[in-house]
């Protein structure tokens, strides 16, 4: 299995303790088994190649298993929620004074908290991430941001690929 590229779309709400994401993951697969890590996120809906696929959670493996054998070029399309935690992986929030951050600690193995993935080292892969918040809300990431867009009296924040 060869992941390439990871398109993530977040929207997150003031109030809310979760995380409503869309993804595409491009990948190329060689006749196995899909399996994704996702730890604590529903999964709304799960497509292969534009085709709704069955699926499995294993809460024990903390895993998404999807039905089938896949070979060759794949696009995996998955809408889900997730939570926003206290904990210190994942997605969490954080108080300072009167001021709510929410903020990400994805190593070794904490992006399965926030999306469904192949969370491991060994499977690096291209990202582009963007998210929709408040007007009045900032966002950062570790690429630098390639364009906002208003949607709907929130806004649209889209950040470069990473390398």
Same mark, same amino acid.
Do not use: W
């Given at each position: 299995?060869?992941?390439?590229?990871?398109?993530?779309?977040?929207?997150?709400?003031?109030?809310?303790?979760?995380?409503?994401?869309?993804?595409?993951?491009?990948?190329?697969?060689?006749?196995?088994?899909?399996?994704?890590?996702?730890?604590?996120?529903?999964?709304?809906?799960?497509?292969?190649?534009?085709?709704?696929?069955?699926?499995?959670?294993?809460?024990?493996?903390?895993?998404?298993?999807?039905?089938?054998?896949?070979?060759?070029?794949? $696009?995996?399309?998955?809408?889900?929620?997730?939570?926003?935690?206290?904990?210190?992986?994942?997605?969490?929030?954080?108080?300072?004074?009167?001021?709510?951050?929410?903020?990400?600690?994805?190593?070794?193995?904490?992006?399965?908290?926030?999306?469904?993935?192949?969370?491991?080292?060994?499977?690096?892969?291209?990202?582009?991430?963007?998210?929709?918040?408040?007007? $009045?809300?900032?966002?950062?990431?570790?690429?630098?941001?390639?364009?906002?867009?208003?949607?709907?009296?929130?806004?649209?924040?889209?950040?470069?690929?990473?390398?």
């Amino acid at each position: 299995m060869k992941i390439a590229r990871y398109d993530l779309s977040f929207e997150f709400q003031k109030s809310s303790d979760y995380i409503n994401g869309k993804e595409k993951i491009s990948a190329h697969l060689n006749g196995e088994k899909l399996e994704l890590d996702a730890v604590d996120i529903k999964i709304k809906s799960l497509l292969i190649n534009g085709e709704p696929r069955k699926f499995s959670l294993d809460s024990k493996k903390g895993s998404v298993v999807i039905e089938g054998d896949f070979n060759g070029p794949c $696009d995996i399309e998955v809408e889900f929620v997730a939570k926003v935690t206290d904990a210190l992986r994942g997605m969490y929030r954080v108080r300072v004074n009167d001021h709510e951050f929410l903020t990400t600690d994805f190593e070794p193995t904490g992006a399965r908290r926030l999306f469904p993935c192949v969370d491991r080292p060994q499977f690096k892969a291209e990202f582009q991430v963007s998210v929709v918040v408040d007007s $009045d809300v900032n966002a950062i990431s570790n690429m630098p941001i390639r364009g906002t867009t208003s949607v709907s009296g929130r806004k649209r924040i889209e950040f470069e690929s990473t390398p």
